[in-house]
């Protein structure tokens, strides 16, 4: 059915929103953007902007959770091909880190929010089911090995999952490039494993 008028002019504010707030953020980093910013980028009031997110980290949830959704269906894709069990994960794994650090900051505070944030918020609980997907999909890939069990295959991959928010949000891994980050999860990743 299509959307009513209503809905529909409701979907372009917040496309709007959407656009302007992941504009300015990868722009300028989300802690030196403010909401008035973006409401008026996205030509609206901030009374109206706070209809749609009550806070930055909301906005920021908005903008960040569709990258994160891609970067998870590529992943999951990339580790379809990938025979070894270690390097099917990290197929995974990759594209959610390289989407997290496009904007450094930005992706330490989205998974701050993730975190901390208040999960009965929708963006929080869409970020949550997002690590939910996340782990579903490595569980998946470790089932491949037989002496991996559907409860050990879940529970390892809720460490890996800890393993990899760890590694992208730590201070001391600010300066650190994609690949030295995938790497250092890739080295705790494999001490995991069966052998």
Known sequence: MPLGRRERKKQE?????????????????????????????????????????????????????????????????D???????????????RPIVECNRIQIDNGRTYLREMVFGDPEEPRHGAALAIVAQTEEAVAAVLRRDDRVTEGDAATLAHIVSAVMFLSMAAGVNIALSVEEIVQDIRGQVEVLLPR
């Open 13 to 77: 504010k917040l496309d709007r929103i959407v656009a302007a707030a992941s504009e300015l953020f990868a722009e300028h980093g989300v802690d030196e953007v403010t909401t008035q910013q973006i409401a008026d980028k996205a030509d609206i009031g901030t009374g109206t902007l706070f209809l749609y997110a009550k806070t930055k980290g909301e906005l920021l949830l908005l903008v960040q959770n569709a990258k994160y959704v891609e970067a998870l269906e590529q992943g999951r894709a």
């Open 79 to 93: 580790a379809e091909s990938v025979p070894g069990v270690l390097d099917a994960v990290m197929a995974i794994v």
